[in-house]
């Protein structure tokens, strides 16, 4: 009886065959016959072996697996609600195409590096740029993929929502309502910003805010900008620093839900009234802004359409169908009871 795990060549010398008729017998039966394939599966069934399953598909060159390469560890990914329900409409065509799903977070703080250990067929490339290493290294191992949350790369398919028009419409409903000393919370952008400049959906929400600001007369140097890890805790302590201020804003825009949330905790625990005093805008649109109390005036983005369209984008490319175009989902304004005119 050997010890550990029982192999092929276990169950070949039991059975009194060779490792390839063993691998027949799981894999193409009709090659060997019934009393040999017989004898070989009591042989496996006696010694506990079964065939490894990613084995198998490796080698016919399919997982049906695809992968989410995501921009930062699982911990801080799993504490943005945002991104469940993208995860939520990507199951829902996984699910429905007989896929499975795996999360590729970054490998000792490499996304490159995380690449060649997720055994899938594609990926669905997550807020990462498109001219950064992940892409061309995906493009030199010919894995298919599509861009999500990025910037817009020739003959890669990618979705994306209408951040620029989004972020120009809350903040024009801002201006509109008489307030001119804004706050701007912002997803952090990561090092070297100065020199590269913003990319992706950051760039597009803050040429948004700045469309807005210029109809009106301003520009980003009148707005207070704080640029914070996307966290609810972040978005409290950002706003406990902006109300400090001798000239505290009369509304906070964020620019996602969670910072919103954060915002308005922060303001409530210094008695400061939203939306009376202060008025606080997310961008999002997640489940719980609908019951966050006040209700959270918000952009909605289509985040589950989304996800679901990434899957359905990249199943196509690796079964080889025509290739998707760009695509650009639109955002809306919702107007809820967190907000109200300057006073």
């Excluded at 995501?70 to 993208?86: K, S, T, V």
């Excluded at 469309?211 to 302590?237: I, K, Q, W």
Aim: aromatic share 6%.
């Amino acid at each position: 009886m050997p010890s550990g795990r029982a192999t092929s060549s276990d169950v070949a010398a039991a059975a009194g065959v060779s490792r390839s008729a063993v691998s027949f017998a799981f894999n193409n039966p009709q090659r060997i016959s019934a009393a040999t394939r017989e004898r070989i599966l009591a042989a496996a069934e006696s010694l506990g072996y079964a065939p490894s399953t990613l084995g198998r598909m490796l080698q016919a060159g399919t997982t049906h697996s695809i992968g989410v390469l995501l921009p930062q560890r699982l911990a801080r990914i799993l504490e943005n609600p945002y991104y469940a329900r993208f995860l939520m409409g990507a199951g829902q065509v996984c699910d429905q195409e007989g896929y499975t799903l795996l999360l590729t977070p970054p490998l000792q703080d490499s996304v490159l590096k995380a690449i060649p250990y997720a055994a899938v067929d594609g990926f669905i490339v997550c807020g990462l740029e498109a001219d950064r290493g992940e892409v061309a290294e995906l493009t030199r191992r010919g894995i298919p993929f599509v861009l999500i949350d990025s910037d817009r790369l020739d003959g890669a398919p990618s979705v994306e929502v209408d951040d620029r028009g989004g972020a120009r419409e809350v903040t024009r409903y801002l201006l509109e309502l008489g307030h001119r000393r804004l706050a701007v919370l912002s997803m952090d952008p990561g090092a070297h910003v100065p020199e590269r400049g913003y990319r992706g959906p950051l760039a597009r929400r803050l040429s948004g805010i700045t469309d807005a600001l210029t109809d009106f007369g301003l520009t980003m140097a009148d707005v207070r900008l704080a640029e914070v890890p996307v966290t609810r805790s972040e978005g409290y302590r950002a706003t406990r620093e902006l109300m400090a201020a001798e000239q505290r804003p009369t509304a906070v825009l964020a620019l996602s839900d969670v910072l919103a949330y954060g915002a308005v905790d922060a303001l409530q625990e210094l008695a400061i009234k939203v939306p009376a005093e202060v008025s606080v805008t997310g961008f999002d649109d997640l489940q719980e802004s609908s019951w966050f109390r006040p209700r959270l005036t918000t952009v909605r983005q289509p985040i589950v359409t989304k996800g679901r369209m990434a899957a359905d984008f990249l199943i196509s490319a690796i079964r080889g169908e025509a290739q998707h175009p760009h695509q650009t989902l639109d955002t809306s304004l919702i107007v809820r009871e967190s907000t109200a005119k300057a006073t």
